[in-house]
């Protein structure tokens, strides 16, 4: 059976880092895409960003590009997010996902919609305070 586990999150400080793994099993083809989200309390699930495995091709919402990075071992079937800079807006719950669809445009996968993801993790909490 699919399975994701995340791991790495925690407390940091503003302006501190922590990198996110997600850990992938069970699939009987390779992912074709794994995506992170986040969602904080009242708020809607948030795609923040995605990562093809073929080729490494990612994505980052705007919110985080130039302070996140989207890595993936293929060989560890693992999924990274190395998150610096942070700052308390980027408390929230993060999952990984994966696409159920085995190919796509990368015009749609930007899209990050929850709804296209089949496989989700159970979430680990990231919060960022003084």
């Known amino acids: 059976q699919v399975q994701l586990v995340e791991s790495g999150g925690g407390l940091v400080q503003p302006g501190g880092s922590l990198r996110l793994s997600c850990a992938a099993s069970?699939?009987?083809?390779?992912?074709?895409?794994i995506g992170w989200f986040r969602q904080a309390p009242g708020k809607e699930r948030e795609g923040v960003s995605c990562?093809?495995?073929?080729?490494?091709?990612?994505y980052y919402t705007d919110s985080v590009k130039g302070r996140f990075t989207i890595s993936r071992d293929n060989a560890k079937n693992t999924v990274y997010l190395q998150m610096n800079s942070l700052k308390p807006e980027d408390t929230a719950v993060y999952y990984c996902?994966?696409?159920?669809?085995?190919?796509?445009?990368?015009?749609?996968?930007?899209?990050?919609?929850?709804?296209?993801?089949?496989?989700w993790g159970q979430g680990t909490q990231v919060t960022v305070s003084s």
């Open positions: 996902a994966s696409l159920r669809a085995t190919w796509a445009s990368w015009v749609s996968i930007q899209r990050m919609r929850p709804n296209d993801y089949g496989y």
């Open positions: 069970g699939f009987t083809l390779p992912y074709f895409v």
């Open positions: 990562i093809r495995r073929a080729d490494g091709t990612s």
